[in-house]
């Protein structure tokens, strides 16, 4: 990849920093403000997750990256309804302590 990836990995971890801060101010599983911030950059980060080279990617095996690209789609495009408050909650809960852990790591190598 010709293009630096860095700035879109610090983004990345951004955007899970503003997730944590949206989360302090309330639940967004009951406050549509707060959701709607949450699940926009959730959208940000799954895009730029997309800039990442592969071959920094694969060196994370235990990061799904391509679940990571199809949730952006079905966030933009909320195929049929299937994304709720609930669902990005979990999300957030079950991955993105990970997903910072490895972009991290990429960054300090």
Not at 38 to 44: E, G, I, K
Not at 87 to 95: C, D
Request: hydrophobic residues 40%; negative net charge.
């Amino acid at each position: 990849m010709s293009k630096d990836w860095k700035p879109y990995a610090r983004h990345i971890l951004d955007c899970i920093t503003k997730i944590r801060r949206i989360e302090d101010r309330g639940d967004i599983a009951t406050d549509d403000i707060l959701y709607d911030a949450a699940v926009r950059n959730l959208q940000t980060l799954s895009e730029a997750t997309q800039r990442l080279p592969d071959a920094r990617k694969v060196e994370y095996p235990q990061i799904p990256w391509s679940e990571i690209s199809g949730f952006r789609n079905i966030l933009v495009h909320n195929y049929l309804g299937d994304i709720d408050p609930e669902t990005v909650k979990r999300v957030i809960k079950e991955n993105l302590e990970e997903l910072a852990t490895a972009v991290k790591a990429m960054l300090d190598d």
